[in-house]
Nanobody, 122 residues
Framework: VQLQASGGGLVQAGGSLRLSCAFS????????MAWFRQAPGKEREFVAR????????SYADSVKGRFTISRDAAKNTVYLQMNSLKPEDTAVYYC????????????????WGQGTQVTVSS
C-alpha cells in the first residue's frame, strides 16, 4: 500500500483546510485509514480514523465537532476536513493505513504516507 498526502498549508485561526490522502495497492474487507499528527517536540498522536468498508469514523476528543474524516471509494482517497482550526492544531499531519482494524496508536499501523504541514496562526 502506498499513501500520498496533500493539502496542508498556512491558515488563520478559525479557518479551514482539507487534507487528502490517496492510496494505491491492495486493500481488505477490514481496511482502515487514519490521520495522525505530530507537533514540534511532541509525540505523534491520533486524530481520526475511518474503517473503509463500514464507512465508520472515529475521532480524538480534541478534534470532535471540528474535523471530519471521509472517503471517496471511486478515487481511493480519504479526506480530513478541518474546520475552526486553532493554533494548537499546528502539526505535521500523516495518513496511515492498515489491512486490519487496529488500535488507533502509531505502532499499530503498517503503512504511512509522507507528512503534510498544517500551520495555524493566531
Amino acid at each position: 500500500v502506498q499513501l500520498q498526502a496533500s493539502g496542508g498549508g498556512l491558515v488563520q485561526a478559525g479557518g479551514s483546510l482539507r487534507l487528502s490522502c490517496a492510496f494505491s495497492g491492495r486493500t481488505s474487507d477490514t481496511y482502515s485509514m487514519a490521520w495522525f499528527r505530530q507537533a514540534p517536540g511532541k509525540e505523534r498522536e491520533f486524530v481520526a480514523r475511518i474503517i473503509w468498508n463500514a464507512n465508520r469514523p472515529s475521532y480524538a476528543d480534541s478534534v470532535k465537532g471540528r474535523f471530519t474524516i471521509s472517503r471517496d471509494a471511486a478515487k481511493n482517497t480519504v479526506y480530513l476536513q478541518m474546520n475552526s482550526l486553532k493554533p494548537e492544531d499546528t502539526a505535521v499531519y500523516y495518513c496511515a493505513a492498515d489491512l486490519n482494524v487496529v488500535p488507533v496508536i502509531v505502532s499499530a499501523y503498517e503503512f504511512w504516507g509522507q507528512g503534510t504541514q498544517v500551520t495555524v496562526s493566531s
